[in-house]
């Protein structure tokens, strides 16, 4: 009888915490979160918040999906196939620019790169030392490519004429491999294309750049985008993934290692090396002076407002979006919250 009055005793318990756990999981809201880019180690700190249960803790299902580029982020939030997602802002305001009737089905909730990781990329042996000296050289990128299209501003801002420059049109693929055969003077893109430049045999110290930023453009980058319709249905989620999302980016500024350890989690073919190179190029432009003095994932609305007319001009596009339709500032935790443990990298 004792016996059976543990069994049935155990059989009693083990249902209730099934019943309970059943429950905790239908109370869970669901995500479907877009990443702009490939399962790598500069967006490790999306994986680390999934892997480490800080979205289960703020009441998510989140389901982390990889992306191909900015526009595709875009897309699947209007087809409402993702509820958030990461991108590029100067694709943003070009997207709602030549799309004004796409304007305020989307708004981004915090700013994750708050310094523009665009950059000119050459060879020392072309004889360019200087950004001035890009004038008159040919240069190659793809014809949709942001920082391509972003030239101009970088132009005017080093004192050069932007038609002064001879493109080539090319595959994103073959952008480096033509540098590094010496078929063009130099390339744009990201920070992190050094590193491609680098794996087609150019010696580091062979390489010569030149940042968008130090040419004193206050250009911000990658944003979170959040569909209207989860703003207006469920904001309280919308604010849940921001903090789950910032608290993993604190704690992957602080240790790059243990948040790019994550991406063999999703993508077990990736190389971990490869990976904080990556991060530790992007937390340049993440863990910044303004960071630490306006917390991670603000903007100054005067900036935004000056970037969103440069784009405007730079990209020829129908319509100027207006600032408070692209950002939400509404659900950023406190300050407090979002400013990094760790020094500001200079």
Known sequence: MKSSGCRFLLAVLTAVFALAGTAHSQQLTKIRFTL??????????????????????????????????????????????????????????????????????????YLLYNRSPMMIQALKKSGIRKPQDLAGKKMAGPIFDSARKAFPIYARAIG?????????????????????????????????DKL??????????????????????????????????????????????????????????????ESVSYTKQFDPLTDPKTGLAKMKI?????????????????????????????VAAAFALKTVPKADQIFNASFLPPKSERVPRTPPIR
């Open 196 to 257: 491609t430049l680098m794996a087609r045999g150019v010696k580091e110290e062979d390489i010569v750049t030149f940042g968008y930023a130090d040419a004193g453009l206050k250009l911000y980058s990658n944003v979170l985008l959040a569909s209207a319709k989860l703003i207006e249905e469920n904001p309280k989620a919308v604010a849940a993934f921001v903090r789950a999302t910032n608290r993993a980016l604190i704690e992957a500024i602080a240790n790059p290692e």
């Open 282 to 310: 992007l937390l340049r432009v993440i863990n910044t002076e303004f960071a630490h003095a306006n917390g991670l994932g603000a903007i100054n609305k005067g900036d935004l407002e000056n970037q969103v007319k440069e």
């Open 36 to 109: 702009d880019w490939r399962y790598e180690g500069h967006l490790s700190f999306f994986m680390m918040a999934k892997a480490k249960g800080y979205y289960e803790k703020e009441g998510l299902d989140v389901s982390v999906d990889s992306g191909a580029g900015s526009v595709a982020t875009m897309n699947r939030i209007v087809g409402g196939s993702h509820d958030i997602g990461s991108a590029d802002l100067c694709s943003v305001i070009e997207f709602l620019g030549n799309n004004p009737n796409m304007s305020g089905r989307f708004q981004a909730v």
């Open 160 to 192: 050069i004429d932007p038609a002064s420059v001879t493109w080539v049109n090319v595959d994103p693929a073959l952008r480096e491999t033509l540098l590094a055969r010496g078929d063009v003077d130099a390339t744009p893109g990201f920070e992190l």
